[in-house]
């Protein structure tokens, strides 16, 4: 597909948008140390990451991540005058684009489309498509809410609640793409909640004023975001995303904790 050189649009979407807030914590820290040259060439590289989420490939998806996670980097980094520069700046990009971008007009009218003047037809839309599969999956965990119909249970159950329907009702798939019904359909709510405190662990260790922890607390926040829309944490490039980024950068904080609780004198530099 053209503009995709990273799997699938949906992928992309989601790194780009970690790339996006990465770029944007290192010109922070780079303005910070008077390095203006360096953190110059960091904005300007995401607002490239930036044009291509609204022209080459548009995702719903990372059209909703990107606000929530440049408010909380401006709310955790800025000032009040610099955080209302940005909110200005990322406003007036998107009214730019909207009557440039047919990709992004595409995406969210046939979002608003399938909300407000639903049709049948024969072809159900990814956004129909995901509505009915969260209105079964709430009717499948209702049925095993505790402990859940146990790991590899998912296409199973939708096809049974699929069976003898035609249409919308007679939709199955393995992937009822949100990460909370992927997890209680198996595990109950018992294991939704296993889910949510380990985001909620993760977003406390990260919530610390280092770049490595900036980066981890956004590829922390987009997770759970993508997570309402897509099961995340079980596809393969989004999961190792997640992997990835929590165990580097965390594994990074953690040393940098141990290291400045160390004496002065038993520290190592280098």
Not at 125 to 148: D, T
Not at 176 to 193: C, E, K, S, W, Y
Not at 200 to 218: V, Y
Request: proline residues 5%; charged residues 10%; glycine residues 8%.
């Amino acid at each position: 597909m053209i503009g995709v050189p990273v799997k699938d649009y949906i992928s992309q979407n989601a790194i780009f948008t970690l790339c996006i807030i990465g770029l944007a914590e290192g010109a922070f820290f780079a303005w910070q140390k008077g390095n203006r040259h360096c953190a110059l060439a960091f904005v300007l590289l995401a607002i490239a990451f930036f044009a291509n989420i609204l022209y080459a490939t548009v995702s719903r998806t990372a059209l909703l991540a990107l606000p929530i996670l440049l408010f909380l980097f401006a709310f955790r980094r800025l000032g009040w005058k610099s955080a209302a520069a940005l909110a200005m700046a990322t406003m007036i990009s998107l009214a730019m684009a909207w009557p440039t971008s047919a990709p992004l007009r595409q995406r969210v009218t046939e979002l608003f489309d399938v909300i407000l003047n639903h049709q049948p037809r024969a072809i159900f839309s990814p956004a129909e498509q995901r509505i009915e599969f969260w209105r079964k999956s709430l009717v499948i965990v209702a049925e095993a809410p505790v402990f859940g119909h146990g790991t590899g249970s998912i296409r199973q159950q939708f096809e049974l609640l699929a069976a003898g329907h035609t249409g919308m009702a007679g939709l199955a798939s393995g992937n009822p793409h949100n990460q909370v019904f992927a997890t209680a359909i198996q595990l109950g709510l018992v294991g939704a909640v296993l889910l949510f405190a380990m985001w909620i662990a993760h977003l406390l260790l990260f919530f610390a004023p280092s770049l490595p922890a900036g980066i981890a607390f956004a590829v922390v926040v987009q997770n759970i975001i993508s997570s309402q829309f897509n099961s995340s944490l079980f596809d393969f490039t989004p999961g190792w995303v997640y992997v990835l980024g929590v165990g580097v950068l965390g594994g990074m904080i953690v040393r940098d904790s141990v290291h400045n609780q160390k004496p002065p004198h038993e520290r190592r530099t280098g």
